[in-house]
Every structure is written in C-alpha cells, then in structure tokens.
C-alpha cells in the first residue's frame, strides 16, 4: 500500500508536468480512506482508473475462506479491463478470526494499451473480515 507520502508526491509530479489538475484525492492507507472525496479534472486525455478491492465479511467457521477480486470504473467508457493489468494477487485467504487485507496498491497496476500515455490508477485496497460469532452471544 503507497503511504500518504508516496501519493502526494506523485501529485506534485502530475502537478508539475501539468497532466491533472487535482483538488482533492482519495487516499487509503490500510485499507481505509482518509480523505473519501476527489474529483480530477480530466487533462490531456489522461484516464483515471478506480479500483476497488472486494470486501468480504464473514463469521468464523473454522474453514479456509476467502475474498477474491475487484471492481474498477474510468473516467472514459472506452478504456475496458483489457487496457490494463494487475501484477499482485488480489485474493486474501485465512482461517482464523481478524481483518486480512489484499494489500493492493497502485504500483501493482500498469497501462498495456499504447493508445493512453497519461493513465493514473487510484487504489482502495480490498479485504477479509471474519469474525467470531459468539460475541453475539
């Protein structure tokens, strides 16, 4: 997971070569968004991809279980889940009560399609929660 340090710094890179004009920008640490609003204006044709890791909760039952995949949204129709490409797992598997994060980022996403040069890639990492079901008890 980038910390706020990383992000911020490739905000003042995007500022600097003028590709986004930025007034605010999720960021999430851990798996939790400290700052939930953002709106880019879109520059230069440049594409912002969301991605949203999946969050599963569930309550203990002594079996492996799992949270698998995520959701993504552009700021253009035509860029498709073709267009780019995951390198990390993007699965979380336990056994045993607690939260259990993907840990994905944005470093773990790239462009492969040559017709966007200008592709940003904002992360909310996904997660595994299970818990024990005998504190309703």
């Known amino acids: 997971m980038e ?3 990383a992000v911020e710094k490739k905000i003042r890179t ?14 999430v640490m851990g798996g939790v968004i400290t700052a939930a609003s953002s709106m880019l204006k879109n520059n230069d044709n440049t594409i912002v991809v969301t991605i949203k890791g999946n969050i599963k909760n569930v309550t203990f039952n ?12 552009a700021s253009s129709d035509s860029y498709t889940a073709d267009d780019f490409v ?9 056994v045993n009560t607690g939260t259990y994060p993907m840990r994905i980022s944005s470093n773990d996403f790239c462009n492969v399609n040559p017709n966007y040069k200008d592709v940003v890639f904002v992360v909310e990492d996904g997660c595994l ?9």
């Open 3 to 5: 910390s706020n340090f």
């Open 14 to 27: 995007m500022r600097k070569k003028r590709i986004l004009h930025i007034v605010a920008i999720a960021l």
């Open 62 to 73: 002594g079996q492996r279980q799992s949270s698998i995949g995520y959701t993504f949204k």
């Open 86 to 94: 995951c390198y990390a797992t993007d699965s979380v598997s336990a």
């Open 129 to 137: 929660q299970i818990s024990d079901d005998s504190a309703e008890e």
